[in-house]
């Protein structure tokens, strides 16, 4: 897992949605920045796909930025094409962008396992979260809520320390290309 303390990994990727090309710089929130890397196809990110939109739409997207990111090898897994994403996230009305990391080098420096997989920044773009978004899993009847991600979010946003008590993410690995 990526340490937490170390700097946003530096990006630059396509929008599927608006074509545009974007930073890390052009995410970044005042106080909190949530990446997350999720796909199209994934059981356990469409298990918590109307959370995700939630959390888009309940923070402001200027003091919390937020982007998703998909790093899977398309050719394996047609679904998560770049047309297919974009489909997905206007289907959705995504209020955060959604990324295409082609070249997977952006999973790589994230040190990113599997979908879904987050990391929150600090408003120093330090990291200080890095796991699960909350204990639900496709099938255990545990509601889909967000906490685990919702926590560490409002306690920089009322400028407290996050919890080191984090734990990591579970779902599909990323489909890395051979």
């Known amino acids: 897992m990526l340490p937490l303390g170390t700097p946003i990994p530096d990006f630059k990727l396509p929008d599927t949605v608006s074509g545009r090309t974007l930073t890390a710089d052009d995410i970044a929130g005042k106080h909190a920045t949530l990446v997350m890397f999720i796909c199209n196809h994934c059981p356990f990110v469409k298990h918590v796909l ?25 050719t394996g897994y ?7 994403m974009a489909e997905l996230a206007r289907e959705r009305h995504f209020p955060f962008p959604y990324l295409f990391d082609e070249s997977q080098n952006v999973a790589r420096a994230f040190n990113a396992a599997c979908t879904p997989d987050f990391y929150i920044f600090d408003g120093e773009r330090r990291l200080v979260y890095r796991g699960q ?28 320390a996050v919890s080191e008590d984090q734990k990591p993410s579970i779902g599909c690995n990323i489909k890395w290309r051979e």
């Open 50 to 74: 109307d959370e995700l939109v939630r959390l888009g739409n309940d923070y402001d997207l200027g003091r919390v930025g937020m982007v998703a990111i998909s790093s899977n090898d398309v």
């Open 133 to 160: 978004l909350d204990d639900s899993r496709p099938g255990n009847g545990k509601p889909v809520t967000g906490q685990d991600l919702r926590a560490a979010i409002d306690a920089l946003l009322a400028g407290d």
């Open 78 to 84: 047609p679904q998560d094409r770049p047309e297919r």
